[in-house]
């Protein structure tokens, strides 16, 4: 086992150590959580790494980066690909040939756009409603997602957007609000909004929670889905 590989191995094994000491206090199967790996900033050849160390949900934050990383692990056809971050209308086309899933999906023109992508390249890509805890009403957060009260009206627009699936609701912790320094709450408010949305749209129940810092949070609230980059990838020197 090379260094890079015996590094990531061990970190891998510390982060399932935690993820499995969380379920266990919450009274929760393993199972029941989904660990997505944070690869953005990192080279494709982790991502074949960790690949090999069992990993099969990789997430990238940034189309320019994600795009050829992607393309160089082509042949690994049972990994999937989530996109996190904010994601503009003209970089689109290029993040439905590769993402299996978008976890920032936060206002009308980009399900729009993404549905006519996904039907171009004959792509059925999942949708997660990003959450900003911390908007005003009819407002987005700083970093992306859309205000509590505008779930409903966007989750009935990617359900009825041909080439696309609704699959749930994903938020970040907010560092402003009501919520600043509360992930525990700011997970439980997510969960409620999930509880809401599953009345209508009940095959809707992923919810994305929780980060390096507070994945025991998120799994004490009932996230089914963390998501964690440098508590696996340790720091190292960014590419460019």
């Not at 692990?73 to 994601?87: E, K, S």
């Not at 700083?142 to 749930?168: C, F, K, M, S």
Request: glycine share 8%.
């Amino acid at each position: 086992m090379t260094g890079r590989k015996a590094e990531l191995a061990a970190n891998l094994a510390r982060v399932e150590e935690r993820i499995s000491a969380a379920c266990a206090a919450a009274g929760r199967k393993r199972d029941d959580v989904t660990l997505i790996v944070v690869t953005k900033t990192y080279p494709a050849s982790d991502v074949r790494l960790l690949h090999e160390l069992g990993v099969r949900q990789v997430a990238e934050n940034r189309d320019q980066d994600a795009a050829p990383k992607a393309a160089e692990c082509a042949d690994l056809t049972d990994l999937r690909w989530h996109f996190v971050g904010q994601l503009q209308t003209n970089k689109v086309r290029s993040v439905v040939t590769y993402s299996d899933l978008v976890q920032s999906v936060d206002r009308d023109r980009l399900v729009t756009a993404l549905s006519a992508a996904a039907v171009k390249a004959e792509r059925e890509v999942g949708c997660l409603i990003q959450v900003a805890l911390d908007a005003e009403s009819g407002a987005r957060g700083d970093r992306g997602g859309v205000a509590p009260d505008g779930i409903e009206q966007l989750a009935g627009l990617v359900a009825d957007a041909p080439g696309l699936r609704l699959d749930g609701l994903m938020t970040v912790a907010p560092l402003a609000g009501e919520y600043a320094g509360r992930e525990r709450a700011a997970f439980e408010r997510l969960m409620d909004l999930s509880t809401d949305l599953r009345r209508a749209h009940p095959a809707a129940n992923m919810v994305s929670a929780g980060m390096s810092a507070d994945l025991e949070e998120a799994v004490a609230a009932g996230a089914t889905h963390v998501r964690v980059g440098t508590a696996v990838l340790g720091d190292r020197p960014r590419l460019g």
